[in-house]
């Protein structure tokens, strides 16, 4: 392909573009392919003479789209929304075009200053302290899995980078029993150990209880266990479940513990000033993650986390062999200390793009309305009398399930099953479910950047017209 084939192409392919996201609707949300359907249509060696672009693409029609679940459908409320926009879009493309590796200052100035830049503003608008500092992630995991590591390394005065473990297996770290997995991952890979992660009680709310925290530790201590670091949740993966901050700080600085905080979902809440309450004592806490990428209308991969101590982070992974030392190392960012891989993507562009096309105030503006959409709902749910709500709706995810009069719980599992089953199959809706208390409970989320009112009414409206045929 030539610069001309290459113009050719990409013009075409952005009226495709536009016309998928202007058609979205029109897909099945969620694939409804059999495993290996994709697999076996693909050959099963590489062809060996370059092929036409326009019979690649025509394949990538035929065979690559019925096996995509489409995460920009409005009607997608699986999981957590993986968030895109016009404007994150548009920066893609020029990361993708300009292909820089942005590993240090010098690989690209533009990518670090503005890191450095598009970091402090959304520490400005989440309201975290003004002497944090911000860096971009892949993901929420490996940022918390950062933290981990930080707090390793502070704790023991960078030992186990230099020596290994030796006298140091004892290490413990806290979190709730709702806590997302990429915690036990993290403390997996930290050498940690999965046995020495605490899961803490939870309430009714299935938020971390302080009390329980605070006799976990001591409990280790006088085992001769040595406390490491506390996860906190804003949001729990489950039900969006937010871990009392101020208690948990307060212990986590009686005992010098790092506090990370796992804000991954929840996080861009904090744009709204009536969430500002859920980081209250955070001057206590040490980090903290969370997603753009996730509920702030970025392309997947973006995850921001802030650290209060700058140090700390760039003395577990500061690395400068000959080949990467530069005469201005003393005066800038080189990112490349402040996580774990070399090789960076040009990540902040799309957020500068995001944050500057939506305004702050947009911004604001379509995650409130998403929780208002959300909670009305929750309303409606509550008020109808085969339905109730399993968990507190603190923004726009929805746990709930459909309760007839006279069923016991075995059953009303089963027709909960079926009912997500059923929503799933007519390929215009996608949620997923999750147990609470050993409750089917069905999770509806109400993410998706341009989702408007009439796609909650269509996803409500399909729930009470399906339950009627459930046996
Ligand atoms: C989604 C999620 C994660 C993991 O996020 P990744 O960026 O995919 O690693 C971690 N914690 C919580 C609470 C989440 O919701």
Redesign the pocket.
């Known amino acids: 392909m030539n610069n001309n084939n290459f113009r050719k192409q990409a013009h075409q392919l952005v009226d495709w573009m536009a016309d998928y996201l202007e058609n979205i609707e029109q897909y099945p949300v969620k694939s409804k392919v059999k495993p290996r359907q994709i697999y076996e249509q693909i050959p099963t060696t590489a062809p060996n003479q370059g092929e036409a672009m326009t019979h690649i693409f025509a394949d990538f029609e035929a065979q690559i789209m019925p096996g995509i679940t489409h995460w920009q459908h409005p009607n997608f409320h699986a999981y957590?929304p993986a968030s895109s926009s016009y404007p994150s879009v548009l920066a893609e493309m020029l990361t993708a075009t300009i292909g820089a590796q942005c590993m240090i200052w010098d690989t690209s100035p533009a990518a670090a200053e503005l890191e450095e830049r598009v970091m402090e503003w959304l520490q400005q608008m989440t309201g975290l302290p003004s002497n944090w500092v911000g860096v971009i992630q892949d993901?929420?995991?490996?940022a918390t899995l950062t933290a981990i590591l930080s707090a390793r390394e502070k704790l023991t005065n960078n030992a186990i980078n230099k020596k290994g473990f030796e006298g140091n297996a004892n290490m413990r770290v806290y979190c709730s029993q709702e806590t997302?997995s990429?915690i036990e991952k993290g403390v997996k890979i930290a050498g940690i150990g999965a046995n020495n992660l605490v899961e803490i009680g939870v309430d009714d709310a299935l938020a971390m209880q302080p009390k329980l925290l605070a006799a976990a530790i001591q409990k280790d201590i006088q085992n001769g266990l040595q406390p490491l670091c506390v996860i906190a949740?804003l949001?729990?993966?489950g039900t969006t479940a937010i871990d009392p901050l101020k208690p948990i700080a307060d212990i986590c600085e009686k005992h010098d513990l790092w506090l990370h905080i796992?804000a991954?979902?929840a996080g861009s809440a904090l744009v709204l000033n009536n969430y500002q309450w859920m980081i209250e004592g955070i001057e206590k806490a040490d980090s903290l993650v969370f997603?753009p990428h996730?509920w702030m209308f970025t392309n997947f991969d973006c995850?921001a986390y802030f650290v209060k101590d700058k140090q700390a982070l760039l003395n577990t992974f500061e690395i400068l062999p000959e080949y990467l030392k530069t005469k201005v190392d003393t005066q800038v960012n080189n990112y490349r200390d402040w996580g774990i891989p070399l090789g960076r993507r040009f990540r902040a562009l799309k957020l500068w793009f995001v944050i500057r096309s939506f305004g702050v105030a947009g911004i604001q503006q379509r995650i409130q309305s998403h929780i208002s959409m959300a909670q009305n709902l929750a309303i409606e749910i509550k008020n109808h009398p085969d339905f109730e709500i399993l968990a507190p709706t603190h923004f726009n995810m929805i746990c709930f399930r459909y309760h007839p009069k006279g069923k016991n719980e075995a059953a009303l599992n089963q027709l909960n099953e079926q009912l997500l089953q059923a929503l799933n199959d007519t390929g215009k809706v996608y949620l997923t479910h999750t147990k609470i208390k050993g409750k089917y409970t069905l999770r509806l989320v109400i993410g998706q950047t341009y989702m408007e009112q009439r796609h909650v009414d269509k996803v409500w409206g399909l729930v009470q017209g399906l339950v009627s045929n459930l046996v």
């Open positions: 957590f993901t929420a995991s490996t997302h990429s949740t949001g729990t993966t796992d991954a979902y997603n996730k995850s």
